[in-house]
């Protein structure tokens, strides 16, 4: 692919962003932005990291996301910038932070598979040889998948015409699980993960890869599960499996479907946006990585050699649709788009209604206990605290009676606006996972220090083959200082508490929870805020514990 097609096919991903002005009515919105011309021979629609989300959600753009200043690590202005996108948009209000609060209520909820089943079928209406594809983390996020494991989401998949999938968050439901849904659940889904193996002989536990041919062309789409999956969760719930992003095991797959006859070759990811533009550069003859992990809703894709990079955002916001013209040498051009699924535009589908109402029947009186009031708006979703988090924080120090409380860095979990009530339902799409156990320990400042560093180093390093994790612990209680550019050990300074310097030798009762240890226990997260919740009635407005940061003054990933 020359230069000349990537910027026709760049240009043409941004069309769908610019044309929604701010002024548009919703008709004119709606036919111009899920009505794109058909395009080549081969499409595929892509979705991923939808965690769980039935419904049409609010979700808040990260304001800091640091990196090397390139996508995906733009946010705000510096990102409508570099994708000429008009702020007050829609399209500004579904990629960024920005007037958030203003434009949810002009614009809506965003998501909701009853309105991508619409889209889905809009665009195959048009393009009836299209693949679906969903990246992973689609079991979990939820109250209703925690409860039913994974069920509720395995139905919405097949009503959403799902052929190929791989996974994360999947796996934390145990390998029983996984190989059960796999076995009776999830046909005609294909579960595709070329880089999980046993541990004794290194046999492939899912398939590698598939091989479709639309319009008779013959495509081959490799799935590449979350490579840090025993590190970032628990180990005991894959025991017997082997993760890792295996490059040379990829290239030997690549090569394997190339000899096969494929003449367009798609990595199915869910290694994280900076682990795939690193790998586009390493594998060769991948035409295509549509990946996930990192939630980046990147408006139009990187190319990296001759290997293009998408990544599709999160929470079910958006449907990223990849047109691809095939000729006999292989891929010959394509065009992009990542459509923002705005409920308002798109009407519900009535056969996925129905079923998403069925299965939140039983489930029903329990999800909409309402817990509080919150003043404030509600977000998670950056590299450092979110406001949604210091509730968690500030219940977690007020019921452990704790100095310092640590919350995950999960980037998951829908907004709320100010004036809605926090209900059951809400409170579990921040903390529905199923090693949710809480703690209370004591560690001297050397230990905490020890913990933040390891963090950072995970978020931060350099080279993102090593960044194995989510975003940045959530700490409320202390302060500190971050530099995200210096090397392990030194990117930590100026930890306070109360103001006061904190010492390396004395020790601090501290709350958290999510602990990865076999055999932990402690009284569920949710449990412990709802407490809190029903005594507050009134969530006041929270003030963001931002860590004061250091030499990325200039950083386009800072608002």
Same mark, same amino acid.
Request: charge should be neutral.
């Given at each position: 692919?020359?230069?000349?097609?990537?910027?026709?096919?760049?240009?043409?991903?941004?069309?769908?962003?610019?044309? &929604?002005?701010?002024?548009?009515s919703?008709?004119?919105?709606?036919?111009?932005?899920?009505e794109?011309a058909?395009?080549?021979?081969?499409?595929l629609l892509?979705i991923?990291?939808?965690?769980a989300?039935l419904?049409?959600?609010? +979700?808040?753009?990260?304001?800091?996301? &640091?990196?090397?200043?390139?996508?995906?690590?733009?946010?705000?202005?510096q990102?409508?910038?570099?994708?000429?996108?008009a702020?007050?948009?829609?399209?500004a209000?579904a +990629?960024?932070?920005l007037?958030?609060?203003?434009l949810?209520?002009r614009?809506?909820?965003?998501?909701?598979?009853?309105?991508?089943?619409?889209?889905?079928?809009?665009?195959?209406?048009?393009?009836?040889?299209?693949?679906?594809?969903?990246?992973?983390?689609?079991w979990?996020?939820?109250a209703?998948?925690?409860?039913?494991r994974?069920?509720?989401?395995?139905?919405a998949?097949?009503?959403?015409?799902?052929?190929?999938?791989?996974?994360?968050?999947?796996?934390?439901y145990?390998?029983?699980?996984?190989?059960?849904?796999?076995?009776?659940?999830?046909?005609?889904?294909?579960?595709?993960?070329?880089?999980?193996?046993?541990?004794?002989?290194?046999?492939?536990?899912?398939?590698p890869y598939?091989?479709r041919?639309?319009?008779?062309?013959?495509?081959?789409i490799?799935g590449?599960?979350?490579?840090?999956?025993?590190?970032?969760?628990?180990?005991?719930f894959?025991?017997?499996?082997?993760?890792?992003?295996?490059?040379?095991r &990829?290239?030997?797959?690549?090569?394997?479907?190339?000899?096969?006859?494929?003449?367009?070759v798609?990595?199915?990811?869910?290694?994280?946006?900076?682990v795939?533009?690193?790998l586009?550069?390493?594998?060769?003859?991948?035409?295509a990585?549509?990946?996930?992990?990192t939630?980046?809703?990147?408006?139009?894709?990187?190319?990296?050699?001759?290997?293009?990079?998408?990544?599709?955002g999160?929470?079910?916001?958006?449907?990223?649709?990849?047109d691809?013209?095939?000729?006999?040498?292989?891929?010959?051009d394509?065009r992009?788009?990542?459509?923002?699924?705005?409920a308002?535009?798109l009407?519900a589908?009535?056969?996925?209604?129905?079923?998403?109402?069925?299965?939140r029947?039983?489930?029903?009186?329990?999800?909409?206990?309402?817990?509080?009031i919150?003043?404030?708006?509600?977000y998670?979703r950056?590299?450092?605290?979110g406001?949604f988090?210091?509730l968690?924080l500030?219940?977690?120090?007020?019921?452990?009676?704790?100095?310092?409380?640590?919350?995950?860095?999960?980037?998951w979990?829908?907004?709320l606006?100010p004036?809605?009530?926090?209900?059951?339902?809400?409170?579990?799409e921040?903390?529905?996972?199923?090693?949710?156990?809480?703690?209370?320990?004591?560690?001297?400042?050397?230990q905490?220090?020890?913990?933040?560093?390891?963090?950072?180093?995970n978020?931060?390093?350099?080279?993102?083959?090593?960044?194995?994790?989510?975003?940045?612990?959530?700490?409320?209680?202390?302060?500190?200082?971050?530099?995200?550019?210096?090397?392990?050990?030194?990117?930590?300074?100026?930890?306070?508490?109360g103001?006061?310097l904190?010492?390396?030798?004395?020790?601090?009762?501290?709350a958290?929870?999510?602990?990865?240890?076999?055999g932990?226990?402690?009284?569920?997260v949710?449990?412990v805020?709802s407490?809190?919740?029903?005594?507050?009635?009134?969530?006041?407005?929270?003030?963001?514990?931002?860590?004061?940061?250091?030499?990325?003054?200039?950083?386009?990933?800072?608002?």
């Open positions: 692919m020359r230069r000349r097609d990537f910027l026709q096919a760049l240009a043409a991903g941004l069309a769908a962003g610019a044309s &929604l002005r701010p002024g548009a919703e008709a004119q919105a709606a036919a111009e932005l899920y794109p058909p395009f080549g021979n081969v499409s892509h991923t990291d939808v965690h989300q419904l049409p959600v609010y +979700f808040r753009e990260p304001s800091v996301n &640091l990196g090397d200043g390139k996508p995906p690590h733009l946010v705000g202005e990102l409508l910038g570099r994708f000429g996108i702020r007050g948009s829609r399209a209000y +990629f960024t932070h007037d958030f609060e203003r949810a209520e614009y809506g909820r965003l998501g909701g598979y009853a309105h991508l089943a619409t889209l889905v079928k809009r665009l195959r209406a048009s393009r009836p040889h299209a693949l679906v594809l969903d990246g992973g983390d689609s979990q996020g939820s209703t998948a925690l409860w039913t994974g069920a509720d989401m395995i139905g998949q097949k009503r959403l015409g799902v052929e190929l999938m791989t996974a994360h968050w999947e796996f934390t145990g390998s029983e699980r996984i190989l059960e849904a796999v076995r009776k659940e999830l046909d005609p889904i294909e579960l595709l993960a070329q880089n999980v193996r046993t541990a004794d002989f290194e046999e492939p536990v899912f398939k598939a091989l041919f639309p319009n008779g062309v013959p495509v081959a490799i590449q599960a979350f490579p840090y999956t025993p590190i970032a969760n628990p180990r005991h894959v025991p017997d499996w082997t993760f890792g992003i295996q490059e040379g &990829l290239q030997k797959i690549v090569d394997e479907v190339r000899a096969k006859g494929a003449k367009a798609v990595l199915l990811s869910h290694n994280g946006m900076d795939d533009l690193k586009a550069a390493r594998v060769r003859g991948i035409d990585i549509l990946g996930g992990h939630h980046d809703a990147v408006p139009a894709p990187v190319l990296v050699g001759t290997t293009l990079v998408a990544n599709a999160s929470n079910g916001k958006f449907l990223g649709l990849l691809l013209r095939v000729e006999g040498s292989g891929v010959a394509y992009y788009r990542l459509l923002p699924v705005f308002n535009l009407p589908d009535e056969a996925m209604a129905a079923y998403i109402a069925a299965t029947k039983p489930f029903r009186e329990r999800l909409v206990e309402r817990l509080a919150t003043e404030g708006l509600l998670r950056g590299n450092f605290n406001s988090d210091e968690i500030d219940a977690l120090r007020a019921e452990k009676n704790a100095e310092i409380a640590f919350s995950p860095g999960f980037r979990g829908p907004t606006l004036g809605d009530a926090i209900t059951v339902e809400h409170l579990l921040q903390t529905a996972i199923t090693y949710p156990h809480t703690t209370l320990s004591e560690l001297t400042g050397a905490i220090k020890a913990i933040l560093e390891d963090v950072a180093d978020v931060f390093h350099p080279d993102p083959y090593l960044q194995q994790g989510g975003d940045m612990v959530r700490v409320g209680g202390m302060s500190y200082a971050l530099a995200p550019a210096e090397r392990i050990g030194a990117r930590i300074s100026d930890m306070r508490i103001g006061r904190m010492q390396a030798e004395k020790r601090y009762k501290v958290g929870w999510a602990p990865v240890a076999e932990a226990s402690g009284e569920p949710w449990e805020v407490r809190y919740l029903r005594t507050q009635r009134i969530v006041t407005p929270r003030r963001v514990n931002a860590p004061k940061l250091l030499g990325v003054e200039d950083n386009p990933g800072i608002s």
